[in-house]
């Protein structure tokens, strides 16, 4: 279960995707996640993806 808090889930995906994910793509994939609500909750507390680091920045 991925955290509802803003916050508390970039805190979690970027962890995810630094240990287990090779890009945001793969994690959603493989957590089942909407890719683009989930960039978008990113977006609403001002962090973007950043594919060359794979993290939100």
């Known amino acids: 279960m991925i955290p509802e808090s803003p916050v508390m889930l970039l805190s979690y ?32 507390i001002g962090y973007q993806y950043d594919i060359k680091q794979n993290q939100f920045k």
């Open 13 to 44: 995906i970027n962890t995810e995707l630094r240990d287990n994910y090779e890009s945001l793509e793969e994690l959603c994939r493989s957590l089942d996640i909407d890719e683009r609500e989930l960039v978008g909750k990113m977006d609403s």
